[in-house]
Nanobody
Framework: QVQLVESGGGLVQAGGSLSLSCAAS????????MGWFRQAPGKEREFVAA???????DYADSMKGRFTISRDNAKNTVHLQMNSLKPEDTAVYYC?????????????????WGQGTQVTVSS
């Protein structure tokens, strides 16, 4: 049974930083591309960042230069370092896994999802 468990969310002031983690189990982690998505109230789920099996990365334009995705295959974890946070970054952040060699950027491409972690950025 595949499980993805996010952690690290919370409340932070604008301009601050948060580091999210996603622990994966029940799959051969190194075979999967990993991604982060987010969903704000009343909005569709949107792509944040992805990292391939070979550690190639891709980011949504609004996150470039502020967010960094990384993975640790030895610990079956993927991280999202978020800096210079803005109130519009407030959302539930989801971790996802896709059995593919590329860095998928759309939600339907992903096979497994976590339950999400809330990130709230106050102004």
């Amino acid at each position: 049974q595949v499980q993805l468990v996010e952690s690290g969310g919370g409340l932070v002031q604008a301009g601050g930083s948060l580091s999210l983690s996603c622990a994966a189990s029940g799959l051969t982690f190194s075979w999967y591309a990993m991604g982060w998505f987010r969903q704000a109230p009343g909005k569709e789920r949107e792509f944040v960042a992805a990292i391939s099996r070979s550690h190639n990365t891709d980011y949504a334009d609004s996150m470039k230069g502020r967010f960094t995705i990384s993975r640790d295959n030895a610990k079956n974890t993927v991280h999202l370092q978020m800096n210079s946070l803005k109130p519009e970054d407030t959302a539930v952040y989801y971790c996802a896994a896709d059995h593919d060699v590329i860095t998928p950027t759309t939600a339907p491409e992903y096979d497994y999802w976590g339950q999400g972690t809330q990130v709230t950025v106050s102004s």
